[in-house]
């Protein structure tokens, strides 16, 4: 696992603004895109990312995102993230990330679920 894609996800449950920006400008390279299903398009650049990710902070204080399993394989990471809400409630989301020479992440894609018939 890298240490920018653990540093990203860890974010999503910083409640300080501040920190949380500064760990996603840890973990993103300056022209990065990321892009999720509710993204309505590529995000680009870790101040998008870190206004986005501070939305979902905004709307579900408590939660947590918590990478559970990684994988690497010809420069992509893929990420297996629990988004943990206070109620107990969990959701899964698998995560593609190309990283940069310096670790940062350059380019990431989420889905919902982790891609297993159910």
Same mark, same amino acid.
């Given at each position: 696992m890298? =240490?920018a894609?653990?540093?990203?996800?860890?974010?999503?449950?910083?409640?300080?603004?501040?920190?949380r920006?500064?760990?996603i400008q840890?973990?993103?390279?300056?022209?990065?895109?990321?892009? =999720?299903?509710?993204?309505?398009?590529p995000?680009?650049g870790? =101040?998008?990312v870190?206004?986005?990710?501070?939305?979902?902070?905004?709307?579900?204080?408590?939660a947590v995102a918590e /990478?559970t399993?990684? =994988?690497?394989?010809?420069? /992509?990471?893929?990420a297996t993230?629990?988004?943990?809400?206070?109620?107990?409630?969990?959701?899964?989301g698998?995560?593609f990330?190309?990283?940069g020479?310096d @670790?940062q992440?350059?380019?990431m894609?989420g889905?919902? @679920?982790?891609?297993?018939?159910?």
């Amino acid at each position: 696992m890298t =240490d920018a894609i653990t540093t990203f996800f860890d974010a999503w449950g910083m409640a300080d603004a501040d920190a949380r920006r500064a760990a996603i400008q840890k973990s993103f390279s300056s022209t990065a895109t990321y892009a =999720d299903p509710r993204t309505d398009a590529p995000l680009t650049g870790p =101040d998008a990312v870190a206004e986005y990710v501070g939305m979902f902070s905004a709307q579900a204080p408590g939660a947590v995102a918590e /990478v559970t399993a990684s =994988d690497t394989r010809d420069g /992509v990471t893929r990420a297996t993230i629990a988004f943990k809400m206070p109620n107990g409630m969990q959701q899964l989301g698998q995560y593609f990330a190309e990283m940069g020479q310096d @670790g940062q992440i350059n380019r990431m894609v989420g889905f919902v @679920g982790t891609g297993a018939p159910e």
